[in-house]
Nanobody, 118 residues
Framework: QVQLVESGGGLVQPGGSLRLSCAASGSIFSINAMGWYRQAPGKERELVADITSGGSTNYADSVKGRFTISRDNAKNTVYLEMNSLKPEDTAVYYC????????????WGQGTQVTVSS
């Protein structure tokens, strides 16, 4: 059984930084793309950033230049370094991965709350 477990959320002041981590575990043969989505109250879930197994990255315009996604393939882990945080970054952040574990499907983490407030 495959699981994605996130960590690193919390409360931070505007202008501050946080680092999110998401580790995949279970009977995994390979992981293709990994990414982070977020959902603010009353809004739809949106892509924040994703990264391919080869390291190519893609970012939402709202986070370009402030957030950095990276991954450690040996640890099946994806990270999101968030700098210069703004109140509008407040949301539940979800890890997402396209994993082959006998069949290929998309998996989601349980979500971690990020709150940017003074």
């Amino acid at each position: 059984q495959v699981q994605l477990v996130e960590s690193g959320g919390g409360l931070v002041q505007p202008g501050g930084s946080l680092r999110l981590s998401c580790a995949a575990s279970g009977s995994i043969f390979s992981i293709n793309a990994m990414g982070w989505y977020r959902q603010a109250p009353g809004k739809e879930r949106e892509l924040v950033a994703d990264i391919t197994s080869g390291g190519s990255t893609n970012y939402a315009d709202s986070v370009k230049g402030r957030f950095t996604i990276s991954r450690d393939n040996a640890k099946n882990t994806v990270y999101l370094e968030m700098n210069s945080l703004k109140p509008e970054d407040t949301a539940v952040y979800y890890c997402n991965a396209l994993i082959y574990a006998g069949s290929t499907r998309r998996y989601w983490g349980q979500g971690t709350q990020v709150t940017v407030s003074s």
